[in-house]
């Protein structure tokens, strides 16, 4: 008999321990495993090269958190009762199940459909296979629970996905802005009024949380060669579809040449298990047989991305002007010698868009002695509204860097 009680070691937190048999099958389940072959921060790597961790040792410690924050909770007074505590569990080790391949890179390219949707869709597969056992895990995940706080657990602007996500990218890149005190933002959680607040004594920790959060855009999750490096790819998918290149894989095949929905994920179920099939490595292998497709354009793209040949990248405050970019366009034409509407694989622009605090999504509170509860943005004498509200907003081109 399988011995279901493990202890996980994390270099982050240290021990794990995996006490319910539940959490155990769940994570031994297929669609979880995939997480293992599935990189937290995509072409990160090319930046930093020890960021080569998954979305499995992210899930992972997100339940690490999630076990720290209901013992807090439960201290102050807070009533979890057990099948609380396996639900809200539950929803944070499953959040991130319906990644695809890259992650965030092929959200909306493989399939039209967001991860929290697809998430969902994995989550309601695997409560009918452990006939209803996920029942108030679904609930609490779609916020359809009667106890609001706990969604807020799983998804809010102080979640134990965020913190985890910070915390461990932080650590694996080296970007010490990162780093933030997660353990006593943990410590200093509370419930008022069915909200999940801050406790006045860690208002300090909050303000750091959320200014690393936004240095942490700029430095990791939105750092140029990053930028460049996806949209790279996005440009090799996109040549791949309109051309109708094969990856000799077919459950690759079935979403790249197929604009699948919502509603086709739910009429037809067999879909949920090709997308599962489908990890890091199909699209990798994928780009490895394009290398030599007789494609010109494609094979180029291939090259490019394997070889480290990326694009070069400019960004600016202000939008860039036609001119400049139909001056690029032609000198990929003439670099390349293709058609005018070919020269989008090569030179394109974007948006990026960072800010520390939306206050339209569940808004940090800070909880005060005499019973006041105050969103960050008062209680805070260090980020005050103008500052939170703050949306940084950033173009960038990109091109080939011969033709610079």
């Known amino acids: 008999m399988t011995n279901k009680r493990k202890i996980i070691n994390d270099p982050v937190y240290g021990f794990l321990t995996i006490d319910d048999e539940l959490i155990y099958d769940i994570i031994s389940h297929p669609y979880f495993q995939r997480e293992r072959r599935i990189a937290q921060l995509g072409f990160t790597t090319l930046v930093y090269p020890s960021a080569t961790h998954t979305r499995f040792s992210h899930m ?10 209901i013992e807090v909770l439960r201290v ?7 099948e609380e505590s396996l639900g809200v569990r539950l929803a944070i080790l499953l959040h991130d199940v ?13 399939a039209d459909v967001d991860h929290e949707v697809l998430t ?24 359809r629970y009667h106890k609001h706080f706990l969604h807020q657990l799983v998804s ?44 006045e004594k860690g208002i300090y920790s909050i303000e750091k949380f959320i200014i690393s959060r936004r240095l942490m855009y700029w430095q990791v999750y939105m750092h140029k060669t990053v930028i460049a490096a996806d949209n790279l790819l996005l440009s090799i998918l996109r040549r791949a579809r309109h051309v109708g290149a094969s990856s000799h894989n077919a459950a690759l095949d079935l979403f790249l040449h197929n604009h699948l929905k919502e509603e086709d994920f739910r009429r ?16 990798t292998v994928a780009i490895k047989g394009w290398r030599n497709h007789s494609d010109t354009i494609l094979s180029t793209l291939a090259t490019h991305l394997l070889d480290r040949q990326l694009n070069a990248i400019c960004v600016s405050d202000h939008p860039f002007a036609i001119d400049t970019i139909d001056e690029y366009r032609q000198r990929v034409q003439q670099r390349y010698g293709i058609d005018p509407q070919d020269c989008d694989y ?28 105050l969103d960050i943005s008062e209680a805070s004498d260090q980020l005050d509204r103008h500052f939170l509200e703050k949306q940084v907003t950033k173009y960038f081109v990109f091109f080939p860097k011969e033709i610079k």
């Open 346 to 373: 090569f030179v394109g622009t974007g948006i990026l868009r960072n800010h520390a605090y939306d206050f339209n999504d569940q808004e940090i509170k800070v909880l005060y002695k005499n019973g006041d509860c």
């Open 156 to 199: 809010s602007q102080l979640d134990m996905d965020r913190l985890d996500y910070l915390s461990r990218d932080s650590y694996f890149t080296g970007v010490s802005e990162g780093i933030v005190g997660t353990e006593r933002i943990i410590n200093m959680l509370n419930v008022h009024d069915d909200e999940l607040v801050v406790d």
């Open 268 to 283: 037809d179920a067999t879909l949920l298990d090709q997308f599962a099939q489908l990890d890091d490595g199909d699209i």
């Open 60 to 69: 992972l410690g997100t339940l690490s958190l999630m076990n720290r924050a």
């Open 76 to 82: 102050k007074g807070v009533e979890i009762t057990q």
């Open 120 to 143: 969902l869709l994995f989550m309601e597969r695997i409560n009918q296979q452990f006939h209803g056992a996920l029942d108030t895990a679904i609930e609490i995940f779609t916020d």
């Open 98 to 110: 319906g990644h695809g391949p890259f992650s965030h890179i092929s959200e909306h390219v493989l």
